[in-house]
């Protein structure tokens, strides 16, 4: 009787160099913790107004990518009316603001309730659609909220809403442009860790299933609907919420702020940076605000500099910056490399 023995793939060798040193790094859970250190940091080493503007801009921009990143990135949504919901937030805390003196804290939860009612309104008829189409619907339900903003007097009209406050807690003004970074500083961080939990999560895996093959994730039992409702009003919370943040800003906003080129800065943010991945959107989201400011001294040509580093970034990185990694082939590693019965009877004998 010949015995089969059990073949098994050879071990890595030890010591795989730089590149496998980087990609260690990269997937080090501490990579979180150091971006948020350098962000606290940043202040320390230049304050001067115009640096803290264009920070916090950067900032509030990284929130909305992470954002969107959970409609695009995760659950396979092509959205290109984003801006509506950093519109709607930016209003409906401007408005409680400006008109019943709400404190912009105190109008969170409003902005979340009207969010939410956006994105069921806008996404019960729509998200039985798909690709193209749902891109078209979502780009014209993005144009109907700013030219609806233009034209209501409650809004403002074309120019908008000022004189919203300051962000303060307990009567303590935080407008200042330091203590103001530091507190978009601590909402956003924390906005990216509810997000990529949320993408560890069960849900977030059924967003996987569906951006992968929403056919094949409806045969095996995911309710496609609601979990891409799941994933449009995650999308539309964050968006809102950075809508307050950036009219505690400026103190002012306007239709001008939410067109389509908006919308497409920050889809662009999630492209650039890799579609599904956390850090890689924050990157993404950093190089869109920060470069085009590093390239301020082209004058006229620094927009023309800025399309062909992004077209260089493309065309050497196609998958993103930082593009989303899976932990399956890992696994699939391990588990070929746990001893088999039939290692066992092969080694007794």
């Known amino acids: 009787m010949t015995t089969t023995k059990a073949v098994r793939p050879p071990n890595r060798p030890a010591g795989g160099g730089a590149g496998d040193a980087v990609k260690g790094v990269l997937r ?22 115009y640096a803290m503007n264009v920070m916090t801009s950067a900032l509030i921009f990284v929130m909305l990518a992470v954002g969107l990143n959970i409609v695009v990135g995760q659950c396979g949504l092509l959205d290109l009316g984003y801006a509506a919901f950093f519109a709607v937030g930016a209003y409906t805390s ?17 902005v979340i309730v009207v969010t939410v009612l956006a994105g069921i309104v806008v996404g019960g008829p729509t998200l039985r659609l798909r690709s193209d189409y749902l891109a078209i619907v979502t780009l014209g339900f993005g144009e109907i909220i700013r030219v609806t903003a233009n034209n209501l007097d ?14 303060s807690v307990g009567g303590v003004d935080l407008g200042n442009s330091v203590v103001f970074y530091y507190v978009v500083l601590a909402i956003v961080a924390c906005a990216v ?41 995650a999308g539309a919370v964050w968006g809102g919420l950075a809508g307050v943040l950036f009219g505690a800003q400026l103190s002012a906003i306007s239709p001008a702020s939410f067109t389509f080129l908006q919308s497409a800065l920050v889809l662009m943010a999630v492209v650039l940076g890799g579609m599904g991945s956390t850090p890689g959107v924050v990157i993404g989201a950093l190089f869109v605000t920060m470069l085009p400011e590093a390239l301020r001294g082209l004058s006229d040509y620094r927009y023309f500099a800025f399309g062909a580093l992004l077209i260089i970034v493309m065309v050497l990185r196609p998958q993103g910056l930082w593009p989303a990694r899976t932990r399956e082939p890992e696994r699939t590693a391990r588990r070929s490399t746990r001893p088999t019965p039939l290692d066992s009877e092969v080694s007794g004998r």
Do not use: C, Q
Request: no cysteine; aromatic share 10%.
């Open 28 to 49: 080090s859970r501490w990579i979180g913790p150091i971006g948020l250190f350098a962000g606290a940091v940043a202040p320390i080493l230049i304050a001067t107004p």
């Open 94 to 110: 401007g408005i409680l603001a400006t008109r019943l003196h709400w404190p912009l804290f105190a109008t969170v939860p409003a």
């Open 154 to 167: 409650i809004t403002g009209g074309p120019e908008g809403i000022y004189g919203i406050p300051s962000l």
């Open 193 to 233: 860790l509810g997000a990529n939990r949320l993408i560890r999560s069960r849900l977030g895996r059924a967003w996987r299933f569906i951006r992968e093959d929403e056919d094949a994730a409806e045969a095996m039992g995911v309710h496609t609907y609601r979990v891409k409702m799941a994933a449009y009003i």
